[in-house]
């Protein structure tokens, strides 16, 4: 059975913008991304790379911190992807903790 767990990404595209999203499988995604069946934003700044991950996160749970990755200033996402832990713990603590 696979593991319904996802994985938090942080692409980094061919124009030096990072792309924020989430996937079972992130080696397929990164795939689908490449082969131009990825997101819509992706599509136009080909090739991606995988700048950044968090995995083994709850379906819900990714959702929630997909979309606070997505609201980070693009600094904060910079931080992520050299690795600021601190940063990552605020910002999961933040998206998991409010009330729906």
């Known amino acids: ?8 990404y942080l692409l ?3 124009d030096g913008s990072l792309y924020a999203g989430i996937a079972r ?3 397929d995604r990164v795939a ?11 599509r136009a700044r080909l090739p991606v790379t995988v700048a950044w991950s968090r995995g ?4 819900t ?7 606070a990755i ?6 904060d996402k910079l931080r992520l992807v050299d690795g600021d832990l601190a940063l990552w713990r605020r910002v ?5 903790t409010r009330s729906a």
């Open 61 to 67: 749970d990714a959702r929630k911190l997909e979309y």
């Open 12 to 14: 980094r595209c061919a």
């Open 92 to 96: 999961r603590r933040a998206a998991l």
């Open 1 to 8: 059975m696979p593991d319904p767990r996802y994985t938090v």
């Open 32 to 42: 689908a991304h490449n082969a131009g069946r990825g997101a819509k934003y992706t």
């Open 70 to 75: 997505k609201q980070l200033p693009r600094a």
């Open 56 to 59: 083994r996160q709850p379906p």
């Open 25 to 27: 499988s992130l080696a």
